[in-house]
């Protein structure tokens, strides 16, 4: 099975968020509905970097779970895969309910560590990526980026 960012976040958002060992789990058995087979970790493990590092999913810290929630993040289109949307039944995780305004704060302090990253490296590309990710950011959660897409502005011209 493999997952798209979107997928993964439809996944987390069943739960409201799940840490990676839950996610991990979840998929397993998502693929394993699907066709019996099992989920090459290797595939899981780049999905999830990727959607990270797209802002389709976040980290959250959550003190009620064993380690960082991860929670569908504002470039996602939350999109439950085919079989998946049993897995909540099946994995009896109780549904979970993050702050939005501190799930905010996080994604605006990842957002400035990455601004300030791809100003260093000089990288346009991800300067772009970020510009577009600021007003997703901005209508997901109750956070104000101006200052930080006037710098992005500025590091383009």
Do not use: C, K, N
């Not at 577009?132 to 930080?148: F, I, K, N, R, T």
């Amino acid at each position: 099975m493999d997952a798209t960012a979107d997928e993964l976040a439809g996944i987390v958002d069943l739960f409201g968020g799940l840490t990676r060992a839950e996610l991990e789990r979840a998929l397993s058995e998502a693929a394993f509905r699907a066709d019996g087979q099992s989920i090459e970790e290797a595939a899981v493990e780049t999905a999830i970097e990727e959607a990270i590092e797209g802002f389709a999913l976040v980290r959250y810290r959550d003190d009620g779970a064993d380690g960082p929630l991860l929670v569908a993040g504002p470039t996602a289109f939350p999109s439950v895969p085919t079989y998946a949307e049993d897995v909540p039944h099946i994995l009896d995780i109780e549904r979970r309910r993050p702050d939005r305004e501190a799930l905010g704060e996080a994604v605006r302090e990842r957002f400035r560590s990455e601004l300030e990253a791809a100003i260093d490296d000089g990288d346009e590309d991800r300067l772009h990526e970020l510009l577009d990710v600021s007003y997703d950011v901005e209508s997901w959660a109750p956070v104000e980026l101006a200052d930080e897409r006037r710098r992005l502005e500025e590091a383009l011209e």
